[in-house]
């Protein structure tokens, strides 16, 4: 399904692509449904109704907050993240939004946004549905679903999801279709979807809009590592980022470069960016807002440890290859699998992730077409089955710590299938089917509704 790199690669808001900038996609959608149906000037009241783990999880993921936004018409890579709070204060005082920004209605809260604990749609773990009224007439309904990484589909879209992707000039389904076609035109995975990109976009404009992506991930690093104080939510977790900056930064060069102390730094940017991403901060999904610091943190370590021009060549080419690399390999996962919690568990995120940044590293660093295949399959196998079990429905607990394991799993990975020549036993196809069945197999209860695991075992204070 996913044609683009800039699919998986979104600028938004945090805490949770599948539950935040989904939803707020959904509802901004909706308004805009309304529109071209021609009912939105007859409708004086809306109706949003969550479902499953939206409504399960959805105050701690900041859903709420998200369609409130959505129906305002605000999109999530455009919303000033710092003017959220005073605009949801004007909607429970006056009890009235302007759908679409300039169309006021009335709006009660407890009446208008529902949340339905028990009940699932049949479609998708993550479901909403938006009703517009004139008086106690319905004039327009319709359901949307967020499957993971700010990917959202409407009930019709669902019903047909396999059609709706654009054919791409060298198309792939599969880790193995993928390696042919490289070997076929003589090709890294990184030229090739390069190629794909350039049926959508020049070379130049891919260039400067992967490294747009970068920079705003860094922007992320460098604002977590100044912010203090406790996140919000109710757990009172401490931010740690701006302290271990703090001591990191009093470091000698030798001392800064020792191999654990460097592992002290990955791990610092993770935290940094989901920090922000629980703060409500801009990140980018990569390729979901949980696992938004895993990626950040492996390209932070490639450029501030590893990356020497005389051998690797210019940064800004590197960056590129990097998410180029992550990018497709990300994409076998959401074709073949899932990147929702919802659906599989954190294997989807957390490990698909890691399977993406394995790549990119290995890319980096010169590794061939196997090698990087074999850096994903690596990043991926030692993530099968872990659960997504946050504590309170908060994206932090274990959250901002598992983003650190999975940059650190993701470079040893890299290093692992860089010490070996490509061949491995386990298939990286393989690996995603294990993913996804593993993910059917998987109780729901460890599927991001926080009622089992650490959620229900961990005091929530």
């Not at 791409?168 to 076609?181: G, K, Q, R, T, V």
């Not at 992320?220 to 900056?245: D, F, N």
């Not at 099968?384 to 990975?413: F, H, S, W, Y």
């Not at 020549?421 to 993910?439: K, N």
Request: negative net charge.
């Amino acid at each position: 399904m996913s044609i683009s790199v800039f699919e998986l690669f979104k600028v938004g808001v945090g805490p949770s692509s599948s539950h935040t900038v989904g939803p707020m996609v959904a509802a901004r959608q909706f308004v805009q449904d309304l529109r071209e149906q021609h009912k939105l000037a007859q409708t004086d009241r809306v109706e949003v109704h969550l479902y499953g783990s939206l409504a399960l999880t959805g105050i701690g993921h900041g859903t709420d907050m998200a369609v409130l936004m959505g129906l305002l018409g605000e999109a999530p890579d455009t919303i000033d993240v710092d003017t959220i709070d005073d605009k949801l204060e004007q909607i429970a005082q006056n009890a009235s939004l302007n759908l679409a920004s300039d169309h006021a209605i009335e709006f009660n809260r407890e009446r208008d946004l529902q949340f339905h604990n028990d009940e699932f749609l049949p479609q998708h773990a993550n479901g909403m549905t938006c009703r517009a009224f004139d008086g106690e007439t319905l004039l327009f309904e319709r359901s949307y679903f967020s499957i993971g990484g700010g990917f959202v589909l409407s009930e019709e879209d669902f019903a047909h999801k396999e059609q709706i992707a654009t054919l791409l000039p060298y198309d792939f389904s599969s880790a193995e279709e993928l390696m042919n076609l490289c070997e076929r035109h003589g090709w890294t995975i990184a030229e090739l979807a390069m190629a794909n990109e350039k049926a959508f976009h020049t070379e130049a404009e891919v260039k400067a809009m992967l490294w747009h992506i970068w920079q705003v991930m860094d922007a992320s690093i460098q604002r977590g590592c100044r912010q203090h104080g406790t996140l919000p939510g109710g757990l009172k977790v401490r931010r740690r980022a701006a302290e271990l900056y703090r001591e990191l930064s009093k470091q000698s060069e030798e001392e800064r470069r020792n191999g654990l102390a460097i592992l002290d730094w990955v791990s610092l940017y993770a935290l940094a960016v989901n920090e922000e991403n629980a703060a409500r901060g801009r990140i980018v999904t990569a390729p979901t807002n949980g696992a938004a610091g895993v990626i950040p943190a492996a390209i932070a370590y490639y450029v501030d440890f590893v990356h020497d021009p005389d051998i690797h060549g210019d940064l800004k080419d590197q960056v590129v290859k990097f998410l180029l690399t992550a990018g497709a390999i990300g994409m076998l996962f959401k074709k073949n699998a899932s990147i929702s919690a919802a659906e599989v568990g954190c294997q989807g995120e957390i490990g698909v992730a890691c399977s993406m940044a394995s790549a990119g590293l290995a890319a980096v660093q010169g590794g061939s077409n196997q090698q990087i295949e074999n850096a994903a399959e690596i990043g991926m196998e030692h993530n099968l089955g872990l659960t997504c079990d946050p504590i309170g429905g908060l994206v932090q607990v274990p959250c901002i710590e598992r983003n650190t394991m999975g940059a650190v799993k993701a470079i040893n990975a890299a290093r692992l299938a860089l010490r070996g020549d490509g061949a491995h036993i386990v298939p990286l196809d393989s690996v995603i089917e294990t993913m996804r069945q593993t993910g059917i197999d998987m109780q729901s209860k460890y599927k991001e509704t926080s009622q089992g695991g650490l959620a229900v075992n961990a005091v929530n204070c």
